[in-house]
């Protein structure tokens, strides 16, 4: 079974820095897209970063590109997103998402996400 366990949200002052865990389990990483995605109150899911499967690029959100960066750990079969220079609209839930094809907004498998929070 395919789990996915997002950690540390929390609440940041604006200008903070956090860095958000993503725990997966039930399936070879490498084989796998992987990607962040977040909703803020009232809004759509958006993507965040992404990195297909057996491909090096990742991929950010224009509103996230050099503050946020995704990374991971194959050993530990966990990816992270560390999330510098915060600002309030960064307030969302942040879901970890899988994919067996590729990064799309319809991924196959999905965390419960972790709550950010950035006060001004």
């Known amino acids: 079974e395919v789990q996915l366990v997002e950690s540390g949200g929390g609440l940041v002052q604006a200008g903070g820095s956090l860095r958000l865990s993503c725990a997966a389990s039930?399936?070879?990483?490498?084989?796998?897209?992987i990607g962040w995605f977040r909703q803020a109150p009232e809004k759509e899911r958006e993507g965040v970063s992404c990195i297909s499967s057996g491909d090096d690029i990742t991929f950010y959100a224009d509103s996230v590109q050099g503050r946020f960066t995704m990374s991971s750990d194959n050993a530990k079969n966990t990816v992270y997103l560390q999330m510098n220079s915060l600002k309030p609209e960064d307030t969302a839930v942040y879901y970890c998402?899988?994919?067996?094809?590729?990064?799309?907004?319809?991924?196959?498998?999905w965390g419960k996400g972790t709550l950010v929070t950035v006060s001004s």
């Open positions: 039930g399936f070879t990483f490498d084989d796998y897209a």
């Open positions: 998402a899988a994919d067996l094809v590729t990064c799309r907004a319809g991924m196959d498998y």
